[in-house]
Protein backbone atom coordinates (compact mmCIF):
# COMPACT_ATOMS: atom_id res chain seq x y z
CA UNK A 1 0.00 0.00 0.00
CA UNK A 2 1.59 3.59 -0.80
CA UNK A 3 0.90 6.25 1.03
CA UNK A 4 1.24 9.84 -0.48
CA UNK A 5 1.24 13.17 1.94
CA UNK A 6 0.05 16.66 0.53
CA UNK A 7 1.82 18.87 0.53
CA UNK A 8 5.29 18.27 0.59
CA UNK A 9 5.58 21.76 2.89
CA UNK A 10 3.22 23.94 4.39
CA UNK A 11 4.24 26.95 5.86
CA UNK A 12 2.08 28.50 8.10
CA UNK A 13 1.45 31.18 10.41
CA UNK A 14 1.68 30.54 14.16
CA UNK A 15 -2.14 30.63 15.91
CA UNK A 16 -3.14 29.61 12.67
CA UNK A 17 -4.57 26.41 11.43
CA UNK A 18 -2.38 23.87 9.60
CA UNK A 19 -4.16 20.71 7.49
CA UNK A 20 -2.13 17.93 6.42
CA UNK A 21 -3.21 15.77 3.99
CA UNK A 22 -2.68 11.90 3.49
CA UNK A 23 -3.65 9.65 1.04
CA UNK A 24 -3.44 5.79 0.68
CA UNK A 25 -3.21 3.78 -2.64
CA UNK A 26 -6.09 1.53 -1.60
CA UNK A 27 -8.37 0.78 1.59
CA UNK A 28 -6.91 0.59 4.98
CA UNK A 29 -10.28 1.02 6.98
CA UNK A 30 -9.32 3.75 10.00
CA UNK A 31 -5.62 1.53 10.50
CA UNK A 32 -4.22 4.95 10.14
CA UNK A 33 -1.67 6.67 12.92
CA UNK A 34 0.34 10.22 12.53
CA UNK A 35 3.50 10.97 13.98
CA UNK A 36 5.59 14.16 14.41
CA UNK A 37 9.25 14.35 14.18
CA UNK A 38 11.58 17.58 15.04
CA UNK A 39 15.41 17.53 14.01
CA UNK A 40 17.52 15.19 15.61
CA UNK A 41 14.38 13.55 17.64
CA UNK A 42 12.44 10.00 17.46
CA UNK A 43 9.08 10.25 16.01
CA UNK A 44 6.42 10.69 18.39
CA UNK A 45 2.82 9.32 18.31
CA UNK A 46 0.30 11.65 17.91
CA UNK A 47 -3.30 9.94 16.40
CA UNK A 48 -3.54 6.22 15.99
CA UNK A 49 -7.27 4.51 14.84
CA UNK A 50 -7.63 7.80 12.34
CA UNK A 51 -8.67 9.97 15.39
CA UNK A 52 -7.47 8.95 18.76
CA UNK A 53 -4.82 10.94 20.19
CA UNK A 54 -2.36 9.34 22.00
CA UNK A 55 -1.28 10.09 25.76
CA UNK A 56 -0.51 13.52 26.34
CA UNK A 57 -1.39 15.01 22.65
CA UNK A 58 -2.82 18.23 23.46
CA UNK A 59 -6.63 18.42 21.69
CA UNK A 60 -5.10 21.04 18.95
CA UNK A 61 -4.04 18.12 16.98
CA UNK A 62 -6.84 16.17 15.64
CA UNK A 63 -7.33 13.54 13.03
CA UNK A 64 -10.12 12.31 10.82
CA UNK A 65 -10.71 9.96 7.85
CA UNK A 66 -11.25 6.61 6.68
CA UNK A 67 -10.69 4.22 3.73
CA UNK A 68 -8.19 6.34 1.65
CA UNK A 69 -8.53 9.67 2.41
CA UNK A 70 -7.03 11.51 5.69
CA UNK A 71 -6.72 14.63 7.42
CA UNK A 72 -4.30 15.66 10.23
CA UNK A 73 -5.46 18.88 11.57
CA UNK A 74 -3.43 21.16 13.88
CA UNK A 75 -6.06 23.94 15.26
CA UNK A 76 -3.81 26.73 16.43
CA UNK A 77 -0.24 26.67 15.73
CA UNK A 78 2.41 26.71 18.79
CA UNK A 79 6.01 27.41 18.01
CA UNK A 80 6.90 23.59 19.09
CA UNK A 81 4.43 22.32 16.74
CA UNK A 82 6.92 23.18 13.67
CA UNK A 83 7.83 19.76 12.34
CA UNK A 84 7.56 16.75 9.93
CA UNK A 85 4.61 15.06 10.36
CA UNK A 86 4.49 11.21 9.06
CA UNK A 87 1.36 9.51 8.41
CA UNK A 88 1.76 5.44 8.61
CA UNK A 89 -0.78 3.01 7.50
CA UNK A 90 -1.08 -0.55 9.37
CA UNK A 91 -3.72 -2.47 7.70
CA UNK A 92 -1.47 -4.78 5.40
CA UNK A 93 2.15 -4.60 6.96
CA UNK A 94 3.31 -0.77 7.47
CA UNK A 95 3.79 2.26 5.00
CA UNK A 96 4.69 5.74 5.85
CA UNK A 97 4.16 8.61 3.89
CA UNK A 98 7.19 10.70 2.67
CA UNK A 99 6.25 13.30 5.30
CA UNK A 100 4.66 16.53 5.65
CA UNK A 101 7.12 19.22 6.82
CA UNK A 102 5.25 21.92 8.50
CA UNK A 103 7.35 25.49 8.45
CA UNK A 104 6.53 28.80 9.81
CA UNK B 1 8.46 5.24 32.23
CA UNK B 2 8.40 3.49 29.13
CA UNK B 3 12.29 3.22 28.11
CA UNK B 4 13.64 1.83 24.47
CA UNK B 5 17.71 2.70 24.35
CA UNK B 6 18.98 1.21 21.13
CA UNK B 7 22.56 0.47 21.06
CA UNK B 8 25.34 -1.44 18.40
CA UNK B 9 25.17 0.96 15.78
CA UNK B 10 28.68 2.23 14.02
CA UNK B 11 30.68 1.70 10.58
CA UNK B 12 30.57 -1.51 8.72
CA UNK B 13 31.69 -2.31 4.92
CA UNK B 14 29.51 -3.04 2.45
CA UNK B 15 28.45 -6.85 3.06
CA UNK B 16 29.41 -7.09 6.37
CA UNK B 17 27.35 -8.07 9.41
CA UNK B 18 26.01 -6.16 12.46
CA UNK B 19 23.78 -6.84 15.11
CA UNK B 20 21.61 -4.05 16.82
CA UNK B 21 20.03 -4.11 20.54
CA UNK B 22 17.37 -2.39 21.80
CA UNK B 23 16.86 -2.81 25.93
CA UNK B 24 13.52 -1.74 26.96
CA UNK B 25 12.37 -1.11 30.57
CA UNK B 26 9.23 -0.11 31.93
CA UNK B 27 6.31 -2.29 30.79
CA UNK B 28 6.04 -5.30 30.31
CA UNK B 29 8.09 -6.71 27.26
CA UNK B 30 6.87 -10.17 26.75
CA UNK B 31 3.40 -8.53 26.06
CA UNK B 32 3.79 -6.91 23.18
CA UNK B 33 4.88 -6.56 19.53
CA UNK B 34 8.31 -4.72 19.27
CA UNK B 35 9.46 -3.58 15.59
CA UNK B 36 12.51 -1.70 13.80
CA UNK B 37 12.08 1.52 11.52
CA UNK B 38 15.30 2.77 9.80
CA UNK B 39 15.62 6.35 8.68
CA UNK B 40 18.37 7.11 5.92
CA UNK B 41 20.07 10.20 6.29
CA UNK B 42 17.69 13.72 5.41
CA UNK B 43 14.74 10.84 4.27
CA UNK B 44 11.64 9.58 5.67
CA UNK B 45 10.87 6.83 8.09
CA UNK B 46 10.66 2.96 6.26
CA UNK B 47 9.13 0.19 8.86
CA UNK B 48 12.07 -2.74 8.16
CA UNK B 49 10.55 -5.55 10.82
CA UNK B 50 8.40 -6.75 13.69
CA UNK B 51 8.46 -9.51 15.90
CA UNK B 52 4.81 -10.19 17.21
CA UNK B 53 4.23 -11.59 21.12
CA UNK B 54 4.25 -15.50 19.91
CA UNK B 55 7.58 -14.78 17.86
CA UNK B 56 6.28 -14.23 14.32
CA UNK B 57 8.22 -12.33 12.03
CA UNK B 58 7.54 -9.95 9.46
CA UNK B 59 10.03 -8.33 6.89
CA UNK B 60 10.15 -5.38 4.65
CA UNK B 61 10.76 -6.83 0.95
CA UNK B 62 14.11 -4.74 0.95
CA UNK B 63 15.31 -6.23 3.94
CA UNK B 64 14.20 -9.95 3.52
CA UNK B 65 16.96 -12.81 3.57
CA UNK B 66 19.41 -10.26 4.86
CA UNK B 67 17.83 -9.53 8.61
CA UNK B 68 16.47 -11.69 11.36
CA UNK B 69 14.57 -9.72 14.03
CA UNK B 70 14.43 -11.61 17.70
CA UNK B 71 13.78 -10.94 21.03
CA UNK B 72 14.91 -12.29 24.59
CA UNK B 73 11.92 -11.88 27.03
CA UNK B 74 14.37 -13.14 29.86
CA UNK B 75 16.53 -9.93 29.22
CA UNK B 76 13.93 -7.25 28.08
CA UNK B 77 15.89 -7.07 24.72
CA UNK B 78 15.38 -6.67 21.01
CA UNK B 79 17.68 -7.66 18.43
CA UNK B 80 18.33 -7.15 14.89
CA UNK B 81 20.89 -8.82 12.86
CA UNK B 82 22.02 -7.75 10.04
CA UNK B 83 24.15 -9.50 7.29
CA UNK B 84 24.57 -8.66 3.49
CA UNK B 85 25.06 -5.17 4.67
CA UNK B 86 24.47 -2.45 1.50
CA UNK B 87 25.40 1.34 1.22
CA UNK B 88 21.76 1.67 1.24
CA UNK B 89 20.94 0.33 4.61
CA UNK B 90 23.06 3.21 6.04
CA UNK B 91 20.81 5.18 8.36
CA UNK B 92 19.60 5.48 12.01
CA UNK B 93 17.81 2.52 13.46
CA UNK B 94 14.66 2.91 15.98
CA UNK B 95 13.33 0.00 17.71
CA UNK B 96 9.66 0.41 18.70
CA UNK B 97 6.86 -0.79 21.07
CA UNK B 98 3.59 -1.81 19.27
CA UNK B 99 0.33 -2.69 20.87
CA UNK B 100 -0.77 -4.85 18.37
CA UNK B 101 1.32 -7.33 16.18
CA UNK B 102 0.23 -5.18 13.13
CA UNK B 103 0.12 -1.62 14.33
CA UNK B 104 1.18 2.09 15.55
CA UNK B 105 4.28 2.47 16.84
CA UNK B 106 4.44 4.14 20.62
CA UNK B 107 7.21 4.96 22.05
CA UNK B 108 10.38 5.22 19.51
CA UNK B 109 13.46 4.42 21.34
CA UNK B 110 16.59 7.38 20.06
CA UNK B 111 17.86 5.32 17.71
CA UNK B 112 21.40 4.25 16.71
CA UNK B 113 22.97 4.85 13.67
CA UNK B 114 24.42 2.49 11.16
CA UNK B 115 26.71 3.32 8.61
CA UNK B 116 27.48 0.98 5.65
CA UNK B 117 30.90 2.65 3.99
CA UNK B 118 34.08 1.00 2.38
Known amino acids: ILMTQSPATLSVSPGKRATLSCRAS??????LAWYQQKPGQAPRLLIY???TRATGIPASFSGSGSGTEFTLTISSLQSEDFAVYYCQQYYIGHTFGQGTKLEI | EVQLVESGGGLVQPGGSLRLSCAAS????????MGWVRQAPGKGLEWVST???????YYADSVKGRFTISRDNSKNTLYVQMSSLRAEDTAVYYC????????????WGQGTLVTVSS
Open chain 2, 96 to 107: AKSLLNHGWFDP
Open chain 1, 49 to 51: GAS
Open chain 1, 26 to 31: QGVNYN
Open chain 2, 51 to 57: ITVDGGT
Open chain 2, 26 to 33: GFTFSNYA
